[in-house]
């Protein structure tokens, strides 16, 4: 399990914030502390960027409500509402500005929709290295790929150990890369299983 943090003493105000193991778990919790170390010394904005995805969209499949604390814990400031609807059209929903260095060089947004959707759009982030990053650190079946004018949307089926109820998590997980501006930017979306089911949509072939 990974973690985004905000470089400077965000880590540690985030364990010092939650005290007493809360739902996130004790062993989490060191955990959690180890990499936001690691990251710190890293500056490597491409963790950063997967480290969000990873704790906030997939570890919280089964918890979206508590997306926003996580951010709040995490320093990340809520967009107005106009700001963030650029983000999240047309669908409704909230929207954080997450910055990953000191120097605010690199900032990229999580967006949570009205129906449980999972967001982080780093525009200034290189697309190639992160998606790498989510292929050999996640349990994943691509599904598909598609060219869309000069960006590529790639599909995914996605298990993810659930720390709070027995059984895999599952989402659909969509990240959309581009090879124009020296292949910065990227945006990845995790649909939950329960959405999809709300919408009808067939049951997809979870990886084990």
């Known amino acids: 399990m990974l973690i985004v943090i905000q470089i400077g003493n965000s880590g540690m105000f985030l364990i010092g914030k939650l005290g007493k193991p809360t739902f996130i778990g004790s062993a ?14 890293a500056n490597d904005d491409v963790q950063n960027v997967f480290a969000a995805f990873e704790f906030i969209c997939l570890e919280q499949i089964r ?5 926003p604390k996580l951010l709040g814990y995490l320093g990340a400031i809520e ?9 999240l059209a047309p669908q409704k929903g909230r929207a954080w500005m997450v910055t990953s260095t000191n120097d605010h060089t ?9 129906t449980t959707v999972c967001t982080v759009s780093a525009p200034k982030t290189d697309g190639a290295s ?16 598609e060219k869309r004018g000069s960006q590529s949307e790639r599909a995914y089926a996605v298990s993810h150990d659930d720390q709070f109820h027995d059984g895999d998590a599952h989402a659909l997980v969509m990240i959309t890369t581009s090879p ?3 292949g910065e930017g990227i945006i990845l979306s ?9 919408e009808g ?6 990886p084990k």
């Open 28 to 41: 989490s919790i060191i955990f959690m502390a180890l990499i936001c170390a690691s990251i710190t010394r």
């Open 63 to 67: 918890n979206p409500s508590q997306r």
């Open 79 to 87: 967009l107005p509402t106009q700001q963030a609807d650029m983000f």
């Open 106 to 114: 690199n900032e990229f947004v999580v967006s949570l929709t009205d």
């Open 130 to 145: 992160t998606l790498k990053l989510f292929e050999s650190h996640t349990r994943n079946k691509k599904i598909s790929e």
């Open 180 to 182: 124009l501006f020296n």
């Open 190 to 198: 995790a649909l939950p299983e329960a959405l999809l089911a709300r």
């Open 201 to 206: 949509k067939s049951a997809l072939d979870w």
